[in-house]
């Protein structure tokens, strides 16, 4: 059974630092993509990050530079590193291992965690 598990969030001041984590089961972790979403309230979920089996990163413009995306494969671990949060990252952060075709076998389905609240607030 695939399991993903966000951890990590919390309150946070403006220019303070958090760092997410999302735990996995029931996957083989290193072979897949794998990328953090968040969500505000009546707002779509966008993707923030992500990152590539063999590490490549990519990430929006709005946390480009202030966030850092990472994977330990040996712990089947995803992380998002924050820096410098302002007001309007404030969401609800989710992992995601999305579907795709990977290694000759094609996933047909996303899996999502259950997500983890940051709040940045003075």
């Known amino acids: 059974q695939v399991q993903l598990k966000e951890s990590g969030g919390g309150l946070v001041q403006p220019g303070g630092s958090l760092t997410l984590s999302c735990t996995t089961h029931g996957i083989v972790f290193p072979i897949f993509d794998m990328a953090w979403y968040r969500q505000v309230p009546g707002q779509e979920r966008e993707l923030i990050a992500s990152?590539?089996?063999?590490?490549?990163?990519n990430y929006a413009e709005a946390v480009k530079g202030r966030f850092n995306i990472s994977r330990d494969n040996a712990k089947s671990t995803l992380y998002l590193q924050m820096n410098s949060l302002k007001l309007e990252d404030t969401a609800v952060y989710y992992c995601?291992?999305?579907?795709?075709?990977?290694?000759?076998?094609?996933?047909?389905?996303?899996?999502w965690g259950q997500g983890t609240q940051v709040t940045v607030s003075s």
């Open positions: 995601k291992r999305p579907k795709g075709y990977y290694q000759g076998v094609t996933y047909a389905l996303d899996y």
């Open positions: 990152i590539t089996g063999s590490g490549t990163t």
